[in-house]
């Protein structure tokens, strides 16, 4: 049975949550392919398994984002907000390319949650 676009999200800040970040990874990508691959941008994806990723790797400076970034991290630049700051940017892209209702507050959210 197809879930909704909430029950997904839910559940994958459930997993998340509870420190289950590598499940919170598969489980966004599983979405991709079951439920929302014509619904969600394949970019959105993207951005919130490297937000998982980044969680999980917090102390792990060796970490590097999923996909290639227009930003370069400074010598003396702390290494998360390095990756939040890559994230806002490309939320912030993807915000302008969506027209869906739903995708749209979830980017406003994680952009508050990440500034």
């Given at each position: 049975?197809?879930?909704?676009?909430?029950?997904?999200?839910?559940?994958?800040?459930?997993?998340?949550?509870?420190?289950?970040?590598?499940?919170?990874?598969e489980f966004?990508?599983?979405?991709?392919?079951?439920?929302?691959?014509?619904?969600?941008?394949?970019?959105?994806?993207?951005?919130?398994?490297?937000?998982?990723?980044?969680?999980?790797?917090y102390y792990?400076?060796?970490?590097?984002?999923?996909?290639?970034?227009?930003?370069?991290?400074?010598?003396?630049?702390?290494?998360?907000?390095?990756?939040?700051?890559?994230?806002?940017?490309?939320?912030?892209?993807?915000?302008?390319?969506?027209?869906?209702?739903?995708?749209?507050?979830?980017?406003?959210?994680?952009?508050?949650?990440?500034?």
């Amino acid at each position: 049975m197809p879930k909704s676009q909430e029950e997904i999200v839910r559940l994958f800040f459930n997993y998340l949550s509870k420190s289950n970040y590598d499940e919170a990874k598969e489980f966004m990508e599983r979405q991709r392919l079951v439920f929302l691959n014509n619904a969600w941008p394949k970019a959105m994806f993207d951005i919130l398994c490297d937000f998982a990723l980044a969680e999980k790797n917090y102390y792990d400076t060796n970490f590097e984002p999923s996909k290639n970034k227009m930003l370069e991290r400074k010598e003396d630049e702390n290494y998360l907000d390095f990756v939040y700051k890559t994230l806002y940017q490309d939320l912030e892209k993807l915000q302008t390319e969506v027209d869906d209702n739903y995708v749209i507050k979830l980017i406003t959210t994680l952009l508050q949650f990440i500034s």
